[in-house]
């Protein structure tokens, strides 16, 4: 069954001096660039995912340099890449039929925001009946704020994680994933 490695909005803006750092991106994008990399070396296909915002949404503003891919990640000529508008990757776009196209079956998702477009691309591929697979530590999320409470990143990554673990993927190390 073919395997893709789909890396979701390892954007510029996301990293220390872009309009919404996240925690811990530096790290997370390390991890993604280890995975690329024996993607790369196996000949795997890759799908690259851009987030292209208009400019009152005040990040990743489409044409801006903070929507440039993260140079650790930056595409190849002969990599895929899909620009959404959304959360989703999915979401009006034709990622679903270039994965199709390609009979890819397995995606292994690495990116920024664990807490929003990880998220909502890892569940509906998962409801499009791909077989899903997480890089954790690929993947980074900023603290949130409900109900006048911060919550942590940590625990924002955390409890995300464990919600995609438990019906959505499995969620794993990129080490595990390059170790199996």
């Keep these: 069954m073919p395997r893709a490695l789909l890396l979701v909005d390892v954007q ?6 872009g309009a ?14 280890r995975v690329l990399a024996a993607f790369r070396e196996a000949g795997g296909p890759v799908v690259h995912v851009r987030h292209a915002a208009e400019p009152d949404d005040g990040f990743l503003v489409r044409g801006t340099p903070g929507a440039e891919f993260h140079p650790s990640v930056a595409p190849t000529a002969d990599e895929e890449v899909v620009t959404k508008a959304s959360p989703n990757a999915f979401l009006d776009t034709d990622l679903d039929a270039r994965l199709r196209h390609d009979n890819v079956r397995e995606l292994v998702v690495a990116g920024m925001m664990t807490s929003m477009c990880v998220d909502a691309s890892v569940r509906t591929a998962s409801d499009l009946g791909y077989e899903v697979t997480v ?7 900023p603290d949130l704020e409900h109900a006048g409470r911060t919550v942590a990143a940590a625990d924002v990554q955390a409890a995300f994680l464990a919600a995609l673990g438990s019906a959505y993927a499995t969620v ?9």
Excluded: E, I, R, T
């Excluded at 890089?135 to 999320?141: E, K």
């Design 12 to 17: 510029q803006d996301y990293f220390p001096g």
């Design 172 to 180: 794993v190390d990129a080490d595990d994933l390059l170790a199996g």
């Design 20 to 33: 919404l750092p996240l925690a811990g991106p530096d790290a997370a994008a390390a991890q993604a660039a």
């Design 135 to 141: 890089v954790g530590d690929a993947c980074a999320c």
